[in-house]
Nanobody, 124 residues
Framework: QVQLVESGGGLVQAGGSLRLSCTNSGSIFSSYAMGWFRQAPGKEREFVAAFSWSTRGTYYPDSVKGRFAISKDNAKLTVYLQMNSLKPEDTAVYYC?????????????????WGQGTQVTVSS
């Protein structure tokens, strides 16, 4: 049973920073792809960042490139999303996702396992 648990969300002013954590439990293997998505009210869930354990590659859409960074701690089985220079349009529920395939995708269909989400609110 794979379980992903996010934490670290909250309320922050524009220009501020937050670090989200996603802790794995269960049978997450080292070759899993890990990703972060977000969903704002009335909008579809969108890709934010991804990390490939096997290639050590990171992937970002243009909307967050240079502001967000995904990283991992092998010993803690945790993936992080560091978010800097936050904007009000970054307000959303942020979800951690994992998939057994080693190369991460940028769509929700590319991930098998999902966390419950953590709310991030950026005030102007």
């Amino acid at each position: 049973q794979v379980q992903l648990v996010e934490s670290g969300g909250g309320l922050v002013q524009a220009g501020g920073s937050l670090r989200l954590s996603c802790t794995n439990s269960g049978s997450i293997f080292s070759s899993y792809a890990m990703g972060w998505f977000r969903q704002a009210p009335g909008k579809e869930r969108e890709f934010v960042a991804a990390f490939s354990w096997s290639t050590r590659g990171t992937y970002y859409p243009d909307s967050v490139k240079g502001r967000f960074a995904i990283s991992k701690d092998n010993a803690k089985l945790t993936v992080y999303l560091q978010m800097n220079s936050l904007k009000p349009e970054d307000t959303a529920v942020y979800y951690c996702a994992a998939d057994p395939r080693p190369i991460p995708g940028t769509t929700t269909r590319a991930y098998r396992y999902w966390g419950q989400g953590t709310q991030v609110t950026v005030s102007s």
